[in-house]
């Protein structure tokens, strides 16, 4: 299935060059400074026209950190843009539409957010707003405390969560669902995950390296492409690298995420969690790695 988001978060990500009413956002292309309005029944209108099977509602993303009364408002917005989004979609079943808990890091906002979407009914449920900036506890209590409290017979997704200790966490909390770019960003600035940890693909000692990326992977890349090509690639430029190192690093995901429903279906996620947190812990990337190490890829000006 193909889902789509509603551009909160991107909104959410040009704090500075918009502005939020209750009849919808108001923002400054960040391209050429043109101006656009974008309101809930739009937002519905373009994944509409998309063709997705999963599309989100229109929401605020609470920033961190933020005041009670800040949370609370950007709440009530969000569950009105919730009630203007299903009406859109009326009576329409082509499309499942997920509702999306905020209340930013206050617990019985996050509770009062999701009753009134439960109110309203949706297909699914989605908690936003997390991944935002807040440290790293604060935001697995948000994710334990909201995570059982959903809905057990709707998908649980949460939003913009792809570290894969992180994602530990939350199936063990009920999540089911997730998306970010840590895959494909780490992919395109030469950030390749492995079995046995992390690999840098620049790095000189794969200069003459004939061995496969990953032994232990069956992706198109790691079957038909050495570590010293790939560096090749990567170091000239070429946008072949980006592309075959996207496609294992979604590949890996995948298997990953494969490993762990077949464990859960076994009865047995609590030992497949704790042999990858062993493995994380020792020798893979995580969120802060990742983003302290962008700077060190590929050049912007040919960054996709």
Same mark, same amino acid.
């Given at each position: =299935?193909?889902?789509?988001?509603?551009?909160? %978060?991107?909104?959410?990500?040009?704090?500075?060059?918009? /502005?939020? *009413?209750?009849? &919808?956002?108001? %923002?400054?292309?960040?391209?050429?400074? /043109?101006?656009?309005?974008?309101? =809930?029944?739009?937002?519905?209108?373009? +994944?509409?026209?998309?063709?997705?099977?999963?599309?989100?509602?229109?929401?605020?993303?609470?920033? #961190? =950190?933020?005041?009670?009364?800040?949370?609370?408002?950007?709440?009530?917005?969000? *569950?009105?843009?919730?009630?203007?989004?299903?009406?859109? $979609?009326?009576?329409?079943?082509? +499309?499942? @539409?997920?509702?999306?808990? +905020?209340?930013?890091?206050?617990?019985? $906002?996050?509770?009062?957010? @999701?009753?009134? @979407?439960?109110?309203? !009914?949706?297909?699914?449920?989605?908690? &936003?707003?997390?991944?935002? &900036?807040?440290?790293?506890?604060?935001?697995?209590?948000?994710?334990?405390?909201?995570?059982?409290?959903?809905?057990?017979? /709707?998908?649980?997704?949460?939003?913009?969560?792809?570290?894969?200790?992180?994602? $530990?966490?939350?199936?063990?909390? !009920?999540?089911?669902?997730?998306?970010c770019v840590m895959p494909t960003r780490n992919a395109r600035n030469g950030t390749l995950? *492995?079995?046995? &940890?992390?690999v840098s693909i620049k790095r000189a000692q794969y200069r003459d390296d004939?061995?496969?990326?990953? =032994?232990?992977?069956?992706?198109?890349?790691?079957?038909?492409?050495?570590?010293?090509?790939?560096?090749? @690639?990567?170091?000239?430029?070429?946008?072949?690298?980006?592309?075959?190192?996207?496609?294992?690093?979604?590949?890996? #995901?995948?298997?990953?995420?494969?490993?762990?429903?077949?464990?859960?279906?076994?009865?047995?996620?609590?030992?497949?969690?704790?042999?990858?947190? !062993?493995?994380?812990?020792?020798?893979?990337?995580?969120?802060?790695?990742?983003?302290?190490? $962008?700077?060190?890829?590929?050049?912007?000006?040919?960054?996709?």
């Amino acid at each position: =299935p193909i889902l789509t988001d509603s551009g909160g %978060f991107q909104i959410y990500s040009l704090s500075r060059l918009r /502005s939020i *009413t209750r009849e &919808g956002v108001e %923002f400054n292309s960040h391209i050429d400074g /043109s101006l656009h309005f974008i309101s =809930p029944e739009k937002a519905m209108e373009i +994944q509409h026209a998309l063709g997705a099977d999963i599309i989100m509602c229109f929401d605020e993303c609470t920033p #961190y =950190p933020a005041t009670y009364e800040y949370a609370l408002n950007s709440l009530k917005l969000t *569950t009105e843009w919730a009630k203007r989004c299903k009406a859109v $979609l009326a009576g329409d079943t082509r +499309q499942a @539409l997920f509702g999306i808990l +905020q209340g930013g890091t206050f617990k019985d $906002l996050r509770k009062r957010s @999701l009753e009134e @979407l439960v109110d309203i !009914g949706f297909d699914g449920y989605a908690t &936003g707003g997390l991944s935002v &900036g807040e440290p790293k506890e604060l935001m697995y209590e948000m994710i334990r405390y909201t995570g059982p409290v959903m809905p057990c017979n /709707s998908p649980r997704y949460l939003m913009g969560i792809g570290d894969l200790m992180d994602v $530990l966490v939350a199936v063990e909390a !009920g999540y089911d669902t997730f998306d970010c770019v840590m895959p494909t960003r780490n992919a395109r600035n030469g950030t390749l995950f *492995t079995t046995e &940890g992390r690999v840098s693909i620049k790095r000189a000692q794969y200069r003459d390296d004939p061995s496969p990326l990953d =032994p232990g992977c069956d992706c198109y890349t790691c079957r038909n492409f050495s570590r010293a090509y790939l560096r090749h @690639l990567f170091l000239a430029r070429e946008i072949l690298s980006m592309r075959l190192n996207t496609l294992h690093n979604l590949w890996f #995901y995948m298997r990953f995420f494969r490993l762990m429903r077949d464990s859960i279906l076994r009865g047995e996620f609590r030992q497949f969690r704790n042999e990858w947190e !062993g493995i994380l812990s020792r020798n893979f990337v995580t969120l802060s790695d990742q983003k302290s190490g $962008l700077a060190n890829g590929m050049p912007d000006s040919i960054a996709m």
